[in-house]
């Protein structure tokens, strides 16, 4: 059985940074992160593939987050650079036990897989 751990949330001020890891238990191919603020819906933020060789991004993290993974560890991370308010969000890691297809993100959002979360806050 496949098991998620998120850590290395926080609180931070506007343009701080941190770095979120997920670390996986069992056969884990595609990736993400996924967060869910109070009242909003859950939105997919980014994703990678098991050979690190596709990502994806919500448009409102690109140049700002990015996702990278080291397999040997099975563990996803998350770098968040020039955090914002907006980003303030309870961050979850999602894995499925197939590779990544077309749409990372989307693939995701059904996976079975899923951490408890980490909170991310961000004070203006």
């Known amino acids: 059985q496949v098991q998620l751990v998120e850590s290395g949330g926080g609180s931070v001020q506007a343009g701080g940074s941190l770095r979120l890891s997920c670390a996986a238990s069992?056969?884990?191919?595609?990736m993400g992160w996924f967060r869910q603020s109070p009242g909003k819906e859950r939105e997919g933020v980014a994703a990678?593939?098991?050979?690190?060789?596709?990502?994806a991004y919500i448009d409102s993290v690109k140049r700002r987050f990015t996702i990278s993974r080291d397999n040997a560890k099975k563990t996803v991370y998350l770098q968040m650079n020039d955090l914002k308010p907006e980003d303030t969000a309870m961050y979850y890691c999602?894995?499925?036990?197939?590779?990544?297809?077309?749409?990372?993100?989307?693939?995701?959002?059904?996976?079975?897989?899923w951490g408890q979360g980490t909170q991310v806050t961000v004070s203006s």
């Open positions: 999602a894995a499925d036990s197939s590779d990544c297809v077309s749409d990372l993100i989307l693939q995701l959002e059904s996976s079975k897989f």
């Open positions: 069992g056969d884990i191919q595609c």
């Open positions: 990678i593939s098991a050979s690190s060789r596709t990502t």
